[in-house]
C-alpha cells in the first residue's frame, strides 16, 4: 500500500540553525501538507500546498517557515532560523483532492530537537 | 484553528470492554474523522464520516457523525491490547478550510 514517507526520522539541531525536512506523499496525490506536534500536545495545522503554492496557512507558519516542492517527488519544510520552541515532531500529510471524501494521509514523522 | 473538545482524557480499561468517546465544536465541520497514534508514529485514519447523521462501522470500531455537525463520537467494541495509543478525532470544513483541526486525544490503556 502506498504511504507517505519523511526523512530523518530525527533530527538535532542548533537554536537559531536552519533545517529542511523532507516528505515524499504519496505518488498520484496532488495537496500536501505539514503539521506539527509538540509533546503531549494535539496536531497542529501549519500548511498546505497545490500546484506549486501554499493554498492555506496557520498562524504558526510565520516568515520563518517555508515550504517548497523541488523536484516531482520532494516535498519540504524549511524552518530559517530554529528556536527552541520548534521541538516537535513534525508529520507531512498528502491527499488526491480537497474535497472530501478524499482524506490526508500522514506520513510517520520527523523529530525535531532544537537545544 | 477552531477548538475541539475531545473526552475523556484519558481511559484505563480491561480487555474486552467496550470504549467510547466523543468530541464537540463550537463550530460546525462538513467531515469528521476519526484517527489512532501509537507511539513515535504518524496519526492513522480510523474512520472518515462525510454527513450530518452518518453512523459508519470499520471491524470492532463505529464512529456518528453528530446531526448537529458539531460532535462525533467513536466507539470500540470488545478490546483487545493492541487497541492502546492515542485517538484523535479532527474536523474538517465548514467554514475552516481543508485543514484538519484536531482534538486532544483520548489515551487508552487496555490490560489483558
Known amino acids: 500500500e502506498p504511504e507517505v514517507t519523511q526523512t530523518p526520522s530525527h533530527q538535532v539541531t542548533q537554536m537559531g540553525q536552519e533545517v529542511i525536512l523532507r516528505c515524499v506523499p504519496i505518488?498520484?496525490?496532488?495537496?500536501f501538507y505539514w503539521y506539527r506536534q509538540i509533546l503531549g500536545q494535539k496536531v497542529e495545522f501549519l500548511v498546505s500546498?497545490?500546484?506549486?503554492?501554499?493554498?492555506?496557512k496557520s498562524e504558526i507558519f510565520d516568515d520563518q517557515f517555508s515550504v517548497e516542492r523541488p523536484d516531482g517527488s520532494n516535498f519540504t519544510l524549511k524552518i530559517r532560523s530554529t528556536k527552541l520552541e520548534d521541538s516537535a515532531m513534525y508529520f507531512c500529510?498528502?491527499?488526491?483532492?480537497?474535497?472530501?471524501?478524499?482524506?490526508?494521509?500522514f506520513g510517520p514523522g520527523t523529530r525535531l530537537t532544537v537545544l | 484553528g477552531q477548538q475541539l473538545n475531545q473526552s475523556p482524557q484519558s481511559m484505563f480499561i480491561q480487555e474486552g470492554e467496550d470504549v467510547s468517546m466523543n468530541c464537540t465544536s463550537s463550530?460546525?465541520?462538513?467531515?469528521w474523522l476519526w484517527y489512532k497514534q501509537d507511539p513515535g508514529e504518524g496519526p492513522v485514519l480510523l474512520i472518515a464520516?462525510?454527513?450530518?447523521?452518518e453512523l459508519t462501522s470499520n471491524g470492532r470500531l463505529t464512529a456518528q457523525f453528530g446531526i448537529t455537525r458539531k460532535d462525533s463520537f467513536l466507539n470500540i467494541s470488545a478490546s483487545i491490547p493492541s487497541d492502546v495509543g492515542i485517538y484523535f478525532c479532527?474536523?474538517?470544513?465548514?467554514?475552516?478550510?481543508?485543514?484538519?483541526?484536531f482534538g486532544k486525544g483520548t489515551s487508552l490503556l487496555v490490560t489483558p
Open positions: 505518488s498520484n496525490h496532488l495537496y
Open positions: 463550530s460546525i465541520f462538513n467531515t
Open positions: 500529510a498528502s491527499s488526491v483532492s480537497l474535497s472530501p471524501p478524499d482524506t490526508q494521509y
Open positions: 500546498f497545490y500546484n506549486n503554492e501554499i493554498s492555506e
Open positions: 464520516l462525510y454527513k450530518a447523521g
Open positions: 479532527a474536523g474538517q470544513g465548514g467554514g475552516s478550510g481543508y485543514a484538519l483541526n
